[in-house]
């Protein structure tokens, strides 16, 4: 079998790494891959919005599946073309792609379906959002400053009889659509909040994808990213991890791509993970159905479980969390391959039950000096001959080419070095010792990833 990987990030590089692996498949392309996915599958020189280049090459090379990596294409109707042209591809369709594509839709899905999720309100009208702000938040907001990670942890071993009814609360202010996972803010203050909402809907600082905006409460108590693989019927939630969206260590910074993440998390047990699935993820996929938008490929519920075990929404995504894949494909046994392409095929109910690595994996995203702002390209990697590459022990390439014979960084997030271990601290280790050997001018990461898992340990003893 033939399969062509959509994409050029890290979770590419892992997605054509698993699927290499499938004793089915005898050859995995890559458009337009990175220097990672060259060595273990093939780049095809191809962007990845290109959707008529890319059904030409899948009609001219007999592609058996086809799998988007990002959301771009998906939103943009990559499955539609390609379902028209008869061929087989694994994801979402343009109107079920909405799901991430429009966050007003899929809080509206939300609440047609009862999903639990933060209260919110939608604008594309300057005034009126000013009006909101001010009516909801500009009265008794108290915060000047940042809420810290310690603050919030300490929240978060507090009962929930203990909290104060007027603890400081941040406003979260989100882009409407694509942003690139920089369209989000977390405003400690009012005025952030009226400054970043004017910068949407008046400065253009996401263009299109900010013409609308979502106001909403934040929600607290910890993070946790559930990657389901779904036909339209069946529905398949792989094992949960978390993601590290801010730039610096305790969760300090701008928000990124996701600085790294580790899989299993100790918030969701086997009895979370069925709650999840019965108050999530079963009441989406009905509700799409509902509408005429049957849901394929990988639902993406990025959620927050408050201190007493409710999950609700932060976001819904239609692909594969990126750095979540790579520690969850790491823990993977079963065939990668015979899973997706049962679910493009609409068969998941026939699959056998998945198979995993009883021991957890860590992945440190390892980028550019300046992300996620503005960053120099260019330099030399070195350090990556001296890192054994395994099954478990893996550095995909994220923003990497090569350029004049050697591997240069090209992007803001560089490389996820990614280990197991016999426990979450060893997978640590393990993963930051890679991490050291490996430089090149600027390059730097989170020192913390996997840290917080302690802190629910700690909760449950």
């Known amino acids: 079998m033939k399969v062509l990987v959509i994409g050029q990030g890290g979770r590419e590089h892992a997605l054509v790494w698993k699927l290499a692996q499938s004793p089915e498949v005898t050859k995995v392309f890559c458009a337009p891959g990175n220097a990672g996915t060259g060595k273990d599958g093939e780049n095809v020189p191809i962007a990845d919005d290109d959707i008529p280049a890319l059904l030409q090459f899948a009609q001219n090379e007999k592609i058996d599946l086809t799998i988007p990596g990002p959301e771009v294409p998906l939103v943009m109707g990559i499955v539609d073309e390609f379902k028209k042209a008869g061929l087989k591809i694994f994801g979402p369709s343009k109107a079920a792609a909405q799901l991430e594509g429009s966050k007003t839709f899929a809080k509206d899905v939300m609440t047609r379906a009862k999903i639990p999720t933060a209260d919110y309100e939608s604008f594309d009208d300057l005034e009126a959002a000013e009006f909101y702000l001010k009516e909801r938040y500009g009265g008794g907001f108290r915060a000047e400053e940042p809420i810290s990670i310690e603050d919030e942890q300490a929240w978060f071993r507090q009962p929930k009889s203990g909290r104060s009814p007027v603890m400081n609360q941040p406003i979260v202010v989100k882009a409407d659509g694509l942003a690139a996972g920089k369209g989000v803010k977390v405003c400690a203050t009012y005025q952030e909040a009226l400054d970043f909402v004017r910068e949407c809907l008046s400065g253009n ?126 823990r993977l046994k079963s065939d990668l391959f015979k899973l997706l392409d049962a679910a493009a095929s609409g068969t998941l109910r026939d699959f056998e039950e998945i198979e995993w690595d009883s021991r957890p994996a860590v992945c440190v995203v390892m980028a550019s000096q300046g992300y996620p702002g503005s960053y120099k390209k260019g330099y030399p990697i070195r350090g990556l001959d001296a890192v054994p590459n395994t099954s478990e022990l893996k550095v995909f390439h994220a923003g990497t080419k090569v350029e004049g014979g050697e591997i240069v960084n090209s992007g803001g997030r560089v490389l996820g070095v990614t280990a197991m271990g016999k426990d979450l601290n060893e997978a640590k280790l393990n993963a930051y010792a890679r991490v050291k050997m490996i430089r090149w001018e600027g390059a730097w990461c989170r020192k913390d990833i996997s840290d917080k898992a302690r802190l629910y340990v700690e909760q449950e003893e």
Do not use: W
Request: net charge negative; with cysteine; aromatic share 6%.
């Open 205 to 330: 600082a996401f263009g299109e994808a900010g013409a609308r905006v979502i106001i909403e409460d934040f929600l607290e108590g910890a993070e946790a990213s559930i990657l389901a693989i779904v036909d339209g019927k069946t529905i398949i939630p792989l094992e949960a991890s978390q993601d590290h969206k801010a730039a610096h260590d305790g969760d300090t910074g701008p928000n990124t791509g996701g600085m790294g993440a580790y899989c299993p998390t100790p918030v969701v047990d086997a009895e979370m993970m069925d709650k999840i699935t019965q108050t999530i993820l079963v009441p989406v996929v009905h509700e799409m159905k509902r509408r005429g938008c049957n849901f394929s490929g990988v639902l993406y519920a990025g959620l927050m479980i408050d201190q007493l075990g409710n999950p609700k929404v932060l976001e819904f995504n239609v692909r594969f969390g990126d750095p979540e894949t790579q520690p969850v494909l790491m």
